[in-house]
């Protein structure tokens, strides 16, 4: 069979390549694939294979920084040897590129909770289009340079027990690209309840939203929900947005706080953002409210992170060396809006002790 894929090189930036493997089953879409990325200055193949047995042989004795693997594998499956590749590889960003791993599916929720990176659908052998080849290449160049904006030359440091007037009243955490693999850590660092109602947008698409909710289920011992328009919040039950409206809070007049679910995109494009969560707790929590955001791609949550930072909340980021891409956290380090920058598994404990007024 003869493929036809039309390819244009690009010029690129970046001084570093990205050497990349490739797993596949299919001779084909090994060679397309190889054929994309060795077209564009910003990729290096530097091999291909069609079984996870021998991928995990190549990486035991070679560097990659990006693996693009399928999830139907002879003998193991891709899935099955993603934390071993994680393990042999723990900087490398993997991507799942499978045609049986659609978006919303079980499988691609798994993917991402054991550590993939993103997920692109596959085209079939015969029917790489001509689109195909620069969406593959947009996506995972995003996936490396990630808008990291500037970052002030000194981070904000925590602040002192002292300088906390009130305890914590409403959690909020904001996640792109990486963070349901960062949320498993994030909640296995919890070790007691925190009292209080937690809020979570992470982007992704609606079909997506509900195993998430049930895979995020299986992180915490917290209840975890999808809410529904005008809901009570209650202590100890983790809110996640829908993936088509923005997960918001309103104070009625006996002070009870309910949920807001507004279908309207943010201005940057985010359904759900980050950017109208951290808004809306500010304005229903004041000085009560925190955030934590997580690796993603871009700047939500800066907006609403300025808001809780101005009505006397605080603000903590992952760091960069833990991110699949620094962006989001990023750019509030940049701003100096954090209280701190830490690890994913570290996250909640600081939480848990500023949040009672002791550092």
């Not at 299986?218 to 088509?244: F, H, N």
């Not at 950017?275 to 871009?298: E, K, N, R, W």
Request: aromatic share 6%; with cysteine.
């Amino acid at each position: 069979m003869t493929v036809h894929v039309p390819i244009m090189a690009r010029n690129r930036s970046d001084d570093r390549v990205v050497r990349t493997l490739i797993v596949d089953d299919s001779v084909v879409v090994r060679t397309v694939i190889e054929r994309i990325l060795n077209a564009d200055r910003g990729f290096c193949v530097t091999h291909k294979t069609n079984s996870a047995e021998q991928a995990l042989y190549y990486l035991n004795e070679h560097e990659v920084d990006l693996v693009l693997l399928d999830i139907e594998l002879p003998g193991q499956s891709g899935l099955t040897a993603l934390p071993a590749i994680l393990r042999t590889q723990p900087h490398a960003k993997v991507v799942i590129l499978s045609g049986n791993c659609e978006e919303g599916s079980a499988a691609a929720i798994e993917a991402l909770a054991l550590g993939a990176s993103d997920i692109f659908a596959k085209p079939g052998s015969g029917s790489f289009g001509e689109h195909f080849p620069q969406s593959l290449i947009e996506r995972l160049s995003r996936l490396f340079s990630g808008g990291q904006p500037p970052v002030l030359a000194r981070p904000a440091a925590p602040v002192e027990a002292g300088q906390v007037a009130q305890p914590l009243a409403c959690l909020g955490i904001g996640a792109s690209t990486g963070g349901i693999h960062a949320l498993g850590q994030l909640f296995a660092g919890l070790a007691e309840p925190l009292g209080v109602p937690i809020l979570l947008t992470q982007h992704l698409p609606a079909s997506f939203t509900y195993y998430f909710a049930q895979q995020l289920g299986r992180m915490t011992s917290l209840k975890v929900k999808v809410p529904e328009q005008g809901e009570l919040l209650s202590p100890d039950i983790v809110y996640v947005a829908p993936g088509d409206a923005n997960l918001q809070l309103r104070r009625g007049l006996h002070g009870r706080v309910s949920v807001m679910l507004d279908p309207q995109r943010t201005p940057t494009g985010n359904l759900p953002g980050v950017d109208p969560m951290f808004s809306s707790m500010a304005q229903a929590y004041g000085a009560g409210a925190a955030g934590i955001v997580l690796t993603g791609m871009g700047r939500d949550g800066t907006i609403g992170a300025r808001d809780i930072v101005a009505a006397g909340g605080w603000i903590v980021a992952q760091d960069e060396a833990s991110s699949v891409v620094w962006g989001m956290p990023g750019s509030i380090a940049g701003e100096g809006l954090n209280c701190a920058l830490l690890e994913p598994h570290a996250i909640m404990d600081f939480v848990a002790r500023r949040g009672k007024n002791r550092n």
